[in-house]
């Protein structure tokens, strides 16, 4: 399977973003923020959705997931350097403010999220290498009546 490059520039730019980042996992020390370069970047584990649906593969992939033009980073029930188990990542969601600034939301499970606010849309996601077998396929269902 190839290495995915993508970049978003707008609303549905990220929303394809967030599919292919739908259930990857995120250790809170592999994320970062620089307020000089104005740059968020979290290295994840991603699902490969597209594998285990095409060929029946369950695989994960390591990623880099930036962020440009982030002006502020707020964190929901998250705390710097706290040790803690990995996130999962469940969507990544754009809320407009004026035009084209905004926040974008990585919303993880246990009700835990990242708001970046940005002067626009400006993300990239990149592979970084193979595929290793992931142990099990994520589901859905878990704690749902």
Not at 37 to 61: C, I, P, T, Y
Not at 94 to 121: K, N, Q, S, T, W
Request: glycine content about 4%; proline content about 6%; hydrophobic content about 40%.
């Amino acid at each position: 399977m190839p290495l995915i490059k993508l970049i978003a520039l707008d609303e549905e730019d990220l929303q394809v973003i967030s599919a292919q980042m739908q259930d990857a996992i995120l250790r809170p020390e592999d994320m970062t923020y620089d307020a000089d370069s104005q740059r968020f970047v979290a290295l994840m584990n991603r699902f490969d959705w597209s594998q285990a649906l095409q060929h029946g593969e369950k695989q994960r992939r390591r990623c880099a997931l930036r962020f440009d033009r982030v002006q502020r980073v707020r964190l929901k029930k998250l705390r710097p350097h706290e040790k803690r188990p990995p996130l999962e990542l469940l969507a990544i969601r754009f809320e407009a403010g004026e035009a084209p600034a905004g926040h974008i939301e990585l919303i993880f499970a246990g009700d835990c999220a990242i708001r970046l606010d940005v002067e626009y849309i400006e993300a990239e996601l990149k592979d970084m290498g193979p595929g290793w077998k992931a142990r099990s396929i994520p589901d859905h269902d878990e704690g749902q009546e």
